[in-house]
Every structure is written in C-alpha cells, then in structure tokens.
C-alpha cells in the first residue's frame, strides 16, 4: 500500500503547520499544501516508483491533497464565523467545504486503497537504507509497512485534530473558551498512545485508556454546571469529540496492522 502510505504520511506532515492554526484562520489555507505536496513528490523517486502509471498516481495524489488544504481550512473558518454571524451564505459555504473535504477523505482512503494491489511495492534508495540499517527487529519488517505506520502516526496529530473539528462544526457541537481545556493537545497524545497499543496488540489496555479519559473528565463536566453552560451541551461537546478522536485512532491502526 504504498501509494496509500505517502498519501497520508504527506497529508500528515502538511496539517502539523497547522495546529491549532486551523481555529483561528492566522495562516493561509495553502501552507499544508505547500508542505505536503513536496513530500509526496520527494518519496516518489525515493520509493524507486517510476513509470506513466506512477505518475499518474502521483498527480491524483497531489490534487488530493491540495483539495484538502483547501476545503478544510474553508470549512473551519466559515463554521467559526457563522458563530457569530449566523449568515446563510457562510453557512452553505461552511457545509460545501466540510462535504469536500469529507469526500477527499473517503476517495482518497477508497482508492488509493483499492489499488494497493497493483501499486508497485517501495524500492529504490530507501528501500536500500532501509535494508542496510542493520537492525536485528526491524530486519523482517517491509518497508512498505513501516512506512504505512509512520504515516498513520503522523496523521494522528494535525490531521486528527482538523477531523475531529469538522465533525463537531457539522454537529453544531462548541464548547466556551476555557471550558475542556488542552483538548487539541491530549486528542494527538490520546490517538498516539492507542494506535501504539494497537499495533503492539494490546488492544485492552487501549480500552483502558479510552474508560481512563472519561473518568478524568468527569469532575471537569460537572463543574460545568453554571450560568451560561449547560452540562449537557459540555457532554456533546466532550462525547462527539472523544468518539470521533478514537474512531480515527482504530481505524489507521487498522491500516497498519
């Protein structure tokens, strides 16, 4: 799966620009873009995958990526404006932009998974290091797969968090500022840490885990209970971004194993 594997290595690299970036609209919508697009570029003749059907891969593989640089920052900022401008075009925009970009997603997953069987295994110079490193535990491991693990954990952090935050603009699901803080810190560290248990089969104590946030969170929903906060709008908040962040996590681990 290697077309699959530099797709999301490269659209996990590009979306670690913008952490946290993506709430505020501080940086241009072309910056993941401009990272990611040479990435994918530089992992192609690195990968020894040459040939018209190669590049005709890469080509959908860049035009991928700069849709999803587009689309999503679209939808995070015009969903933040319509908070506080209900407006109907901003609204129609914020939903045209979370449709792309959730549809670039699933093509992208859909195809380039489809043709994991014809695309031509990694090779070439880094597949030569690769087999020169030596290494006793790594030695039977294809390249292949290793890179498909880096790129699932790469995708963990920015391109987790701009996932989990398309959700919740879709399901009109906010939370006041202040109010479940380091969300966008602990999701990446959350993700990391069950993917890692995945991989390593110890999906029990992943589920451990997942309970242990819960429980950690529990005080912090109840304080919520004040003028101007409701608890079960914080609840929302809390369950459909937590859901979302661990159906991200299982489904790349299911990518890599």
Known sequence: MTYLAVWLL???VGDLVR?????????????????SVPVAVLAWPLLGQRGGWHLVAL??????LVVWARSSAG???SALRTRYDPDRTLVAA????????????????TVLFALAGVDAGAGGPLARWWGSLGLPRLAPVPLDRALMVLAVMVAQVGTGNVVVRLVLDAAGA????????????????????????????????????????GILRFP???????????IDVVTEYFLLGSFTSWLVALGCSLLAL
């Not at 080509?59 to 991928?64: P, R, Y």
């Not at 914020?94 to 997953?109: D, M």
């Open 59 to 64: 080509l959908g593989i860049v035009l991928l």
């Open 220 to 230: 912090e929903l109840q304080d919520q209970r004040g003028p101007g906060q409701r």
């Open 19 to 35: 952490p946290g970036a993506e709430l505020g609209g501080r940086r241009p919508w072309w910056l993941p873009a401009l990272v």
């Open 94 to 109: 914020a939903r045209r932009h979370r449709l792309v970009a959730g549809g670039c997603l699933v093509v992208g997953l």
């Open 10 to 12: 490269a659209l996990g």
């Open 75 to 77: 939808a995070v900022s």
């Open 174 to 213: 906010h939370s006041q500022p202040g109010v479940l803080r380091g969300g966008r810190w602990l999701g990446p560290m959350e993700r990391v840490f069950v993917v890692g248990l995945a991989l390593a089969g110890q999906a029990t104590a992943a589920s451990v885990v997942i309970a242990a946030k």
